[in-house]
């Protein structure tokens, strides 16, 4: 469970560290910049919560399906290059935090 965990914290680490980065760097594609801070915010934030073991963090690790939903509808496919890379990540981290959910109500 350690591992899984740890994994999950590295994945949104990751994805806030991303968000920070075309949040300074912005690209013509993306739309609004102040939605990559407050995800970098959320992003980093979940990770370090579920660092320190914080019990809700594993539901708020669920936060990122939303975006993986909306995205791919709100932008154009031919700009999809920074959501090919965040989908796998985001990907994983929700479903490491899956699996920490069930682990911990069957424990």
Known sequence: MKAIRYLAVSMFLLTG???FYLWINPTPEIITTIGMLIGGIVYSATGVLLLMKVGF???LGLLPIVPMV????MLD???LDWTIIWFPIELVAVICCIIL???NSKG
């Open 77 to 79: 496919l031919s700009s």
């Open 17 to 19: 560290i991303l968000h």
């Open 101 to 103: 959910l069930v682990k």
């Open 57 to 59: 963090a594993r539901w």
């Open 70 to 73: 909306m995205v791919p509808f």
